[in-house]
Each structure stands twice: as C-alpha cells, then as structure tokens.
C-alpha cells in the first residue's frame, strides 16, 4: 500500500506544478498592470479650493513593454497626467490623477480610463479604469 501512495503522490504533485505553471504563463503574457495600492484612492474630506493629487504607481507584471496610449477622465474636473514612454517589464510607472474642488462641494467619484496595450483589462477591452472618491466641504 506505502509503495503505490509516494507514486500517486508524486504524480499529483506533478499535475499540479504543471497546471500552475501554466496559469502563470497565461497571466503574463503580454504587458500587464498591477497596481501598488489597489485601482481605486479615497482622498477622504478635502477642502473647496484646494486641488487635490495622487499618483496611482504601478507594475509592468507582464512581459512585454506597457504603452499607455491615452487616459480618459470621465469629467474635466479629473486631471490625468502619465509619463508617455513605454514601461518594461518589471518596472513601474505612475499615472498622477488630480481633481479640482473650486465649485465642486460634496462627495465624488470619478474615474480615468486607461487605455494600453495590457491584457489584463476587464472584460477583455483595451481600457483599464481607476477611481478617485472622496468629499469636498466647504471652508
């Protein structure tokens, strides 16, 4: 009985390396973003007036260049501003997104549509989005 359970297991072990093995490779091919502190920033309360920014870093966790070809904010109070050279494989870039408050009380949400070449898109598109939320008060 010990000797068919080690070759069982051993074949197992086996199977499952490979299929890891090639979960990974499916998930790296190509560019591919992974964000340090998530796709999505809270700036929590900020006052009416000030301009408020965050740089949303990020991973090449791929294995071919990443090119951001464009950056769509879905209002023209959202400011996106990303560096246009291609980012390697392994290396990071940031995209700085800014939100001007002056006449803008309340809460928001805003996003930035990112558009590239990595494929790790949702639902397969050529758009990555990341989100700004918080709430102006007034002074």
Same mark, same amino acid.
């Given at each position: 009985? #010990?000797?068919?359970?080690?070759?069982?297991?051993? !074949?197992?072990?086996?199977?499952?390396?490979?299929?890891?093995?090639?979960?990974?490779?499916? =998930?790296?091919?190509? /560019? /591919?973003?992974?964000? =340090? &502190? @998530?796709?999505?920033?809270?700036?929590?309360? !900020?006052?009416?007036?000030? &301009?408020? *920014?965050? &740089? *949303?870093?990020? %991973?090449?966790?791929?294995?071919?260049?990443?090119?951001?070809? &464009?950056?769509?904010?879905?209002?023209?109070?959202? %400011?996106?501003?990303?560096?246009?050279?291609?980012?390697?494989?392994?290396?990071?870039?940031?995209?700085?997104?800014?939100? =001007?408050?002056?006449?803008?009380? @309340?809460?928001?949400?805003?996003?930035?549509?990112?558009?590239?070449? /990595? $494929?790790?898109?949702?639902?397969?598109?050529?758009?990555? %989005?990341?989100?700004?939320?918080? $709430? !102006?008060? %007034? #002074?």
């Amino acid at each position: 009985m #010990k000797k068919l359970i080690i070759p069982m297991f051993l !074949v197992c072990l086996g199977f499952c390396l490979q299929l890891s093995t090639n979960a990974i490779a499916q =998930k790296k091919d190509g /560019a /591919a973003f992974k964000f =340090k &502190d @998530g796709d999505t920033f809270d700036f929590g309360e !900020v006052p009416m007036g000030d &301009d408020v *920014f965050h &740089d *949303f870093i990020f %991973t090449n966790v791929g294995n071919a260049a990443l090119i951001i070809t &464009d950056a769509n904010p879905s209002c023209s109070c959202t %400011t996106p501003v990303w560096d246009k050279a291609p980012v390697m494989p392994g290396q990071t870039g940031k995209i700085n997104v800014g939100y =001007k408050t002056k006449e803008h009380p @309340g809460p928001f949400n805003k996003e930035v549509s990112i558009l590239s070449n /990595a $494929t790790n898109n949702p639902n397969g598109e050529k758009r990555y %989005t990341i989100y700004i939320k918080g $709430t !102006v008060k %007034t #002074k």
